[in-house]
C-alpha cells in the first residue's frame, strides 16, 4: 500500500499534516512520524476540496473563439453547428484531450459532460484518472440528428469502456425540451431509470425557450418537465436562467442538481440571471459550471466562481446578494453530496483534494482563502491535484 | 548599445524577427541576422502590445479579501476606512510592491493611480522600471482629510522624485465630487493646468453621487465638471456608469479619458453598467481599469477584459454588444495614444510589448489571438514583458 504525506499544510486555517494511502485519507494530525513513499512539503500550502465543473462540452476547445460577438443564432448556424457536422472520433479526442488538461489544471478532476461520441470521452477520462458523467447526446431536430437508435448504440459502447471504472457514470442527455419530443424525453427518462443513469438536459437557458414551452405545451419548461416526472435527484439541469416562482419551488422539492453557467450566459447574452438567492433560499441544489469553451473560452473553474459572483451582485445590485463561500460550496461541495462522492478532507475519506500556493501576490492582504480564491486567484494557484488518493495533476 | 532580439515570433499573424535596441524597435523583418547581445526564441510566442491599467489604487493589496459581500457602506466605514486610518508610508510601500509584481505579471507596465504617498508609490515604481500616473489626493470630507496643504506638499515631493522618470507621470487627483469641494475641484484643476498635470477623479460611479450632484448643483456630475471648465484632454474619469445621453455628448467632446472598470463596478453593485457601445460611437476615449484590489480583488487585465465584455453583452443581452477588438483596444491602443505613449510594434517606436505562450491549452481552437487574450486567458500566458525596451519581467 503506498503512502503519501503532505507536511505543514494549511488546512482549515491550521498546520497540518495529512497522510493518504489507498486512495483514502488515513490519518490528519498535527505531526504524522509515519513513514511514506512519497512527501510533499506544504509549507506553503493550503488543501481544499476538489472542483467539480457540471456543465460542459468537453471536445468544444476546438471551437474556442470561433465566432465569438455574433448573434446567438448566427453564431449557431455559420459557425458551430456547419464544424460540428465535420466532427470526427478522432476529433473528439484531440478537443477532448485538451479539455481534460484544462480542467485538471483549475483543480477540477470530475465533470459533467453532453457531447457526441462519450466512449471515446471515457477512455481518456480514464486515462487521466479523473471521473465525470458522461452523457449519451440525443437530439431529434436540428442539422444533427440523434436518434434513439444511436443513442443506443453509444450508450452500449460506453457502458462497455467503463464497466470497471467506478468514477465514470453515464447519464442519458437530450439536448432540451425543443429539439427532443415529449415522447421521447420521456423515453429517455424511463431508460435512465431501468438502466440506473443520471439524466442531463439544457433547461430554461433562453427567452425563446421558454416561449416554446408556453405555446407548445402551455407550461413553463420546468413544469413540463415536471408533469412528465423527469425532475428527481438524478436529474441535471443547466442553466435554469428563466425561471418563475413556481419553478422554484418545483426545483427546490425535486432535489435536481441545477447548474448554473454565468460565464456562458453572459457571452451569450441570454438576457436573464441565474436566480442563485431565491433558489438557495428555497433548498434548491446548486451547482457550477463553464459550458462548453465555444461559449466561455475556457474551464477554469475559479475564474467561474469569480464570474458567478459577481453577476448576482451586479444583477440584483447588492454586493452582499451572494457571499464568496456560497459559490465556493456550489463549485465543490453541493456536487460532490449530489453525486455521493466524498469530498472533505477529513479521515476516512476519499483523498480528493487541491494544494493552492499560498507564496502568489493573489493570495496577500487578508487572511481568508476562500475569499482569495473566488475573487482574486485563478487556475495558476493550483499545484497539485489529487483524485482518489493519486496525484493527477501537478504545476511545475 | 545592448540588443535584443525576438526571433520567430508571431506578431499580426506573420512570424517575424524584432531588434530591439537603446528603447526602441530598431528592425522587424522575417529574418534577421544581424547579432545581438540577448535572444529570446519566440517560436511558440507572440509579440502584442502592453496594457494600460487606467485606474488603481495600488497599495490596496494590503485590503485584498477584507470586508467582501458586505454592503458598501459597512464595507467602508467598518473595513476600509478604519485600515487606512492605520496607514504609514511603510505599510504603503509594501502593499505598492505586491501591487507591481501584479501588474507585470499581467503584462501591465503602466498604470493610473490615487493613492497616499504617491511619493513612496514613484520610488518603487522606479525601482521596477515601470511608468506611471501617480495621482496625488485630495479629499476634504470622510474620516480621513487631504487638505490642499498636504497635496502640496505630496505634490512637491513626488515631484522632486520623479524629475529625471519621465515614463511616471503626476496627477491631481481629488477624490469625488462629493467629497471634494467646488472651489477646491476648480483649484485642483487651475494648480494642474499651471503645472502641467494630469486630473484624476472618480466620477458618476453610484446612483447617490447622482442624486448629490442633481440636488446641490442641479447638474449631473458631468455637467457639473464641464461647467467647472475641469473636462478636457488631460482628465481621467473613472468608472462613469450612470451617465444621460447629454453627458455622453459632452464627454465625447471632451476627449477626456473615460475609464471602464467593470469588475470592481459588479463587485460593489453600483447598480448600472458603462454605457461602452454609446460612448464608443459617440467617439469618447474608453479605457480599461482594475480600480483597487479591494474592489476586485486582483489586479490582472486580461480577467478585466473578458469581464468588461462580458458585463455588455449580458447588461445588453446582445452577444454582439462588444467586440474582443474593442475591449483590447481600451487596454492597450486607446490609453496609449491619450498619454502619447508609444504601444503599436512597428520600427522607430518604443519597444514596448509582451509575448504570450501559445503553447497554452487556453490558446488553442480558433486562430485569433484577440480572442483568446480576452476570453480564454489569464496572466499566466504573459511569458515576457518589455518596457521602454528593457525586460521587466519574465515568467519562469
Redesign the interface.
Known sequence: MKKLKIKNVILNGKRKDILIADGKILKISKKIKEKSDCEIEGKNLAALPVFFNMHTHLAM??????G?????KR?LTTKIWPKELLLTPEKIRKGTE?GL??LK?SGCPFFCDMYWWPQETAKLVIKHKMGGILGVPFIGKGPLIFSKRFALKNFFELKKVVKNYPSIKIAIAPHAIYTVSKNNLVWAKDFARKNNLYYHIHLAETKEEIKFSKEKYGLTPVEFLDKLRILDEETILAHCVHLEEKDIKILARRKSLLVYCP?S???????G?FPFRRLKDSSALIALGTDG?AS???L?ML?EM??G???Q??H?????????REIFEAATKIPANFLKIENEIKKGNLANLILVDLTL??F?????II??LV??????CVKYLIFNGEIIYQRN
Chains 1, 2 share one sequence.
Request: net charge negative; hydrophobic share 30%.
Open positions: 476547445t476546438l471551437f474556442r473563439g470561433i465569438d460577438d455574433l448573434p446567438l453564431w485538451i488538461k484544462e489544471k460565464t450566459n453572459m457571452k451569450l447574452g441570454v438576457c440571471v469553451v466561455n473560452n475556457n477554469d475564474e469569480k464570474i459572483a459577481l453577476l451582485k451586479h440584483f445590485c447588492r454586493p452582499e446578494e451572494i457571499k464568496a501576490e493573489e496577500s492582504g487578508g487572511k481568508d475569499s482569495h475573487y482574486s486567484a485563478n487556475y495558476n
